[in-house]
């Protein structure tokens, strides 16, 4: 069972990054997805997440600029991040939350 996330780096404000998470050793595409992130000092919070049947949530602070994605076929999970602010700095972590399996995390920081 494992997630295995990638594409995180450093952006200036306002630019665009892509996460993208492959899922292995559980039925991928019957689990719910998310991303969730960790700020410095801060609890770890929902980014987004989407069913099963591809119903999307997200945190107000990333609506309108985020949007979460998957692929049942290649059993992966991506999150385009657009407009980036500087608020968005955080490890950002995959996770199927209703089986609690995690990712490693990968760090996005935008410079302001």
């Known amino acids: 069972v494992q997630l295995q996330a990638s594409g995180g780096g450093l952006v200036q404000a306002g630019g665009s990054l892509r996460l993208s998470c492959a899922a292995s050793g559980f039925i991928f595409s019957r689990a719910t997805m998310a991303w969730y992130r960790q700020a410095p000092g801060k609890q770890r919070e929902l980014v987004a997440s989407?069913?099963?049947?591809?119903?999307?949530n997200y945190a107000d602070s990333v609506k309108g600029r985020f949007t979460i994605s998957r692929d049942n076929a290649k059993n992966t999970v991506s999150l385009q991040m657009n407009s980036l602010k500087p608020e968005d700095t955080a490890v950002y972590y995959c996770s199927a939350p209703g089986l609690r399996i995690w990712g490693q995390g990968t760090q996005v920081t935008v410079s302001s």
């Open positions: 989407i069913s099963s049947g591809g119903t999307t």
